[in-house]
C-alpha cells in the first residue's frame, strides 16, 4: 500500500510527531510505502518528498511588523492554505498513494490539503491529536483550568473571544474563533475525510456530538508505542523519587504536585521538563521537589526506570499523554486525574486516579505507592501487561490498516453534503 502520511512537522516533536514517526517506520517494516508531507523545517526527518514541502510558517510572529493587509494575509493564510494544498496535489499526483493519513494539520498544511485529496477521489484518514475540531484553542482549557461545560461545543465561538483563551490574547483568540468557524461552517475536515480516528473515548464521544460528524465515522484508536529494551527488561525499581515528566504549563497541575509535596517531605518528587511556567514553579518548590530540565529520550528512560510511579497531575482534560504510556511501558504504576482520557489508560489494576486540584488527595495516593512496596510491585507488573495487551505498537498499526480497509472501502460512496469544497 502506498501511504502518504501528512503532518505539520516531520520529527519527533511532541506526541504527535512521536505517533506519526512510529506508526510510520512500522508500516515501511511491514513492506508498505510511506511518503511523508510536511511543512519544511530543518529539524525534520529527510525525505525525497521534501522538495513539495512548503514553507514552515512561525504562527507566534505571522504578520508581525505588516500593515493591515499583510496582517490579513498572514491570519487567512493559518486559517486556509493554498500553497500547501498546490503543493500537496503535486506531491499526489507523482506518487499516486491509495490512501492520505492527516496528523495535526491546522495552521501549517490547513485543511486545504484535505480538498487536494478529494478532488483526486483519495481517501483520507485524519487522526486527532487534540480539540481542534471542539475548541479554537485546541485544548479544551480555559484560564489554566478545563473548560467546564466546553463553552464552544454548541458551534457558538465566542466564549473563546471572550475568556482570550489563546495565549491570552485578543487578536489570536479571535483569529482562532474565526478558524473554528470558517471550518465548520464550510465542513472543511469534517465533509472531506473518510474517517477520524481518536485516541480515546473521551475525544471521540466530544467529536461525535458536537462538530457535526456521525458517529459512524469515527474511531478510536489509542496511540501505539514501539517497545523500548530498557522497558522490557523492567529493571528493578530501588525507589529513588516520585516522577512527574511534561511540559510546564499550569494545566499540567505541577503546582498542584508541588502542594502534594510538601504534605509528604519524606518523598523525593523529580520533575523533568521545561516550559513557561519552569521559573515560577522552581520558586515555589518546596526541598523535597527537584526539577531536573528537559531530558533526552535516554536519559528520561533512565530516570523513569529509578521512580516508584509516575505522577500525571493535570487539571485540564488530556486526550491520550504519551507521559502514561511510556510509563505503563516501563512497569511504572501511574497516578492521574480522573480527566479527559486518563480513566480509559489508568485502571484499578495498574494505578490510582484522584481528584483534580486536590493536592491532599494526591499527596496520600504518592505516600500510599511509597510506603507500600507490595502494592507498588503488583501495580507495576500489571502496567506492562497492560501495555502489551493495548498499547503496542503493532497491535497499533494491526488496527490502523484496519480503518485504511475501511476507509478505502467506504470511498466509493457518493462526495457528502455540507463540504463545499468538494463541490
Partial sequence: ???????????????LGDVALAEADALVSRGHAVIPFAAAHP???????????????ETSTAGRDMGLVGKVTAAATLVYRPQAARLFGQLLDEYRPDIVHLHGPARQLTPAVVGAARRRHIPVVMTLHDYLLV?????????????????CLSGN?????????????LPASALAATETLIHRSLGLYTGNVELLVAPSRFLARLVASAAGVPGDRVRVLPNGLPDE???????????????????LVREKGVHVLLDAARQIPEIPIVIAGDGPERASLMNDAPPNARFVGLLGRNELGAVRSQAVAVVSPSVWD????????EALRAGRPVIATNLGGHPELVTADCGLLVEPSDSTGLAEAIARLWHDRATTDRLGLAARRRYLDRYGLDLHVDRLLDLYGQALRSASRPVRAGSRLSR
Fill in 43 to 57: 529539524d525534520n526527518v529527510p525525505a525525497l518528498s521534501s522538495r513539495y514541502f512548503p514553507p514552515f510558517i
Fill in 157 to 169: 465561538v465566542l466564549a473563546a473571544i471572550e475568556g482570550r483563551c489563546v495565549k491570552g490574547s
Fill in 229 to 247: 529494551p530498557t522497558d522490557s527488561a523492567l529493571p528493578a525499581v530501588d525507589g529513588r523519587h516520585v516522577l512527574f515528566a511534561g511540559r
Fill in 318 to 325: 488530556e486526550n491520550a499523554p504519551l507521559s502514561v504510556l
Fill in 1 to 15: 500500500m502506498r501511504i502518504v502520511m501528512a503532518a505539520n512537522w516531520w520529527y519527533r516533536r511532541g506526541g
Fill in 135 to 151: 475548541c479554537p484553542q485546541g485544548m479544551l482549557v480555559r484560564r489554566g483550568t478545563a473548560c467546564r461545560p466546553p463553552n
